[in-house]
T-cell receptor, first 110, second 114 residues
């Protein structure tokens, strides 16, 4: 079965501390993995995708096929990073169907 | 530059009423989706459509139907609303970019069923 698990509902850190939001997946095949973010009163939007191997707003995520994980990391959290983060998985087709995790609220305290 | 528009931000309906949630995208995307967003459950796919008049069930289609008569418009229908359908509903459309689909979301429609 295809599944995305984000074990933490809430992650609270102080400004300047490192951040790691965990994401584990279950998928038979080669998935595409994404992180989406929703800031307060804003639309859900793409943060980054593993296929691009990019760093966005200081965040990176590495696909670990052995551990079936796609954790989101940032070395120094900023207050403006406070948001809801969703990990998502897609199969290799062009229908775009995404399976989302439960979401993790990141709270960065001053 | 709003690209995915959901017609209603907030709706309050009574149990048993028929509810229409409308979504329009102006990006000429083939694929469109309806998700519901609930705290602790994340986003769950209700239905999606990969072409005009084509639709597929998602993970939680029970109690819902959809309509896609034109490429830009994807409607979600609750034939007889129930209190457990109180939720935030998100519409999205997608484009295939560099080997992966990227979803663009609407602002959401918060439905309360009394």
């Amino acid at each position: 079965a295809q599944r995305v698990t984000q074990p933490e509902k809430l992650l609270s850190v102080f400004k300047g501390a490192p951040v790691e939001l965990k994401c584990n997946y279950s998928y038979s095949g080669s998935p595409e993995l994404f992180w989406y973010v929703q800031y307060s009163r804003q639309r859900l939007q793409l943060l980054l995708r593993h296929i691009s191997r990019e760093s966005i707003k200081g965040f990176t995520a590495d696909l670990n096929k052995g551990e079936t994980s796609f954790h989101l990391k940032k070395p120094f959290a900023q207050e403006e990073d406070s948001a809801m983060y969703y990990c998502a998985l897609s199969g290799r087709s062009n229908t775009g169907k995404l399976i989302f995790g439960q979401g993790t609220t990141l709270q960065v305290k001053p | 530059d709003v690209k995915v528009t959901q017609s209603s931000r907030y709706l309050v309906k009574r149990t048993g009423e028929k509810v229409f949630l409308e979504c329009v995208q102006d990006m000429d995307h083939e694929n469109m989706f309806w998700y519901r967003q609930d705290p602790g459950l994340g986003l769950r796919l209700i239905y999606f459509s990969y072409d005009v008049k084509m639709k597929e069930k998602g993970d939680i289609p029970e109690g819902y139907s959809v309509s896609r008569e034109k490429k830009e418009r994807f409607s979600l229908i609750l034939e007889s609303a129930s209190t457990n359908q109180t939720s935030m509903y998100l519409c999205a459309s997608s484009l295939w970019v560099a080997g992966a689909n990227v979803l663009t979301f609407g602002a959401g429609s918060r439905l309360t069923v009394l």
